[in-house]
């Protein structure tokens, strides 16, 4: 779910894919699990409950998720998925390149934020079951076929071209512009004065906005990026010391703390995982 930071053709790379017009993402989550960090992507995104339910927040809102439920994320919006049970879905981020050459722009539309029909969830399992073939001479022609027919039902039954915008550009500018610098600066002191000034706006105004959009104060988001980024240099064999101090975390003890609050683990366990 991390990599959902990245381009579609990082994507594409990470899983090793080539030719196919989405990528797909098996979720599981429970009320205990790792870090729920916020992101955005310039690609649209559905996510269908396959089993349990949870919650999505989008831009600050918090929805409800449910079993046989299909969740829009529009391109750019700042979101994340959590529950305090036990929720498995499946995420599909298409490819905008693909959708475009079928004059499909997705960034210029809008749809209904939660869909619960039987006949769109049926050709999102199509998309699934031909994701998970084996490479074929026609599995790519199948795949995209799939994801071209669930996106013209999409368009043609679930379209809400005169929603509102889904955000304040500028508030959306000014966590975006946070987000990243944390992303980029973690391992470094990271004060709220030098984010505001980085995002052109006071650091009042930030904490408020950055809680509204993400659901995490910035001190949260920044220690669960951080311990994010421990995770993998403890997997790529970096003692808790140094794993700490690369990820900014000046004090051991605090660093052992927060890492379990945020992934259910102590270090020296994850490590030996």
């Known amino acids: 779910m991390k990599t959902r930071y990245d381009t579609y053709d990082k994507y594409k790379k990470t899983l090793s894919l080539s030719n196919t017009p989405c990528v797909l ?4 989550k429970n009320a205990s699990d790792e870090i729920l960090c916020a992101n955005w992507h310039s690609e649209i995104e559905f996510q269908l409950c396959l089993e349990g339910s949870g919650y999505l927040v989008l831009n600050g809102d918090k929805f409800l ?3 046989d439920t299909i969740a829009v994320v529009h391109p750019e919006e700042i979101h994340y998925t959590g529950t305090s049970s036990e929720v498995i879905f499946m995420s599909m981020i298409l490819d905008g390149k693909f959708c475009k050459n079928a004059d499909i722009d997705f960034s210029a539309l809008r749809f209904r934020r939660f869909i619960r029909d039987e006949a769109l969830c049926g050709y999102f399992r199509n998309i699934m079951l031909h994701y998970s073939e084996p490479p074929s001479v026609y599995r790519t022609a199948l795949l995209q076929a799939s994801v071209l027919i669930f996106s013209a039902e999409l368009l043609r039954r679930f379209s809400a071209s005169d929603a509102a915008p889904f955000a304040n550009k500028k508030q959306f500018d000014e966590v975006k512009r946070s987000i990243s610098y944390i992303r980029a600066h973690y391992g470094e002191k990271l004060t709220l004065d030098a984010l505001a000034k980085n995002a052109f706006t006071d650091k009042y105004r930030l904490s408020r906005v950055f809680k509204e959009y993400t659901g995490f104060t910035v001190t949260q988001y920044i220690n669960e990026r951080r311990c994010e980024a421990a995770k993998d240099l403890l997997r790529s064999g970096k003692t ?7 990820c900014g975390f000046n004090n051991l003890s605090f660093f052992t703390r927060m890492f379990k609050r945020c992934t259910g683990k102590k270090p020296s366990e994850y490590k030996s995982d």
Do not use: G, T
Request: avoid cysteine; proline fraction near 0%.
């Open 65 to 67: 998720f449910e079993k």
């Open 240 to 246: 808790v010391r140094d794993a700490a101090l690369l």
């Open 25 to 28: 993402f098996y979720v599981s």
